[in-house]
Every structure is written in structure tokens, then in C-alpha cells.
């Protein structure tokens, strides 16, 4: 574990903010547009970032924290 980032967790979160994204036929570019948040990097793991993005992102694809956590963690 690099400077303490668990890559393993980053990697769970990441494909989990995809696959809802994709679910909901959202591009990254509209993704970006519509909340300012680069999703692409947070999606290739390439960023750490703050639970009040994960909550605006959450928001954004209207799930819940708890139910974005219930599935696959």
C-alpha cells in the first residue's frame, strides 16, 4: 500500500462508478459537463479523492452511499 491508498478499494469503487454510469448512459464527457468531477480519472484509479465527491457523485447518479456500498463490498 502506497502512502497509505488502498489500490484494491480504489479499484472496488472505481469499477462500481462505471458500471452505474454506464448503466445510465451517461458519458464521461457529459459526466464532466454536468458536475465538474473528471470521473475518468477517479475511474481509472488514477485519483484519490474525498468522500464529498463520492457523495456528489452518488447524487448525481441518484444512489444512495449505503446502496452504492451494499453491492460487492
Do not use: H, P, W
Not at 462505471?18 to 488514477?46: A, M, P
Amino acid at each position: 500500500m502506497k502512502q497509505g491508498v488502498d489500490i484494491e478499494l480504489l479499484n472496488k469503487i472505481a469499477l462500481r462508478i462505471k458500471t452505474l454510469r454506464e448503466e445510465k448512459n451517461i458519458t464521461q464527457e457529459i459526466f464532466y459537463n454536468d458536475t465538474g468531477i473528471n470521473i475518468g480519472r477517479i475511474e481509472r484509479s488514477k485519483r484519490n479523492f474525498s468522500m464529498s465527491t463520492l457523495k456528489r457523485i452518488c447524487d448525481y447518479l441518484e444512489i444512495t452511499l449505503k446502496d452504492f456500498f451494499s453491492e460487492g463490498f
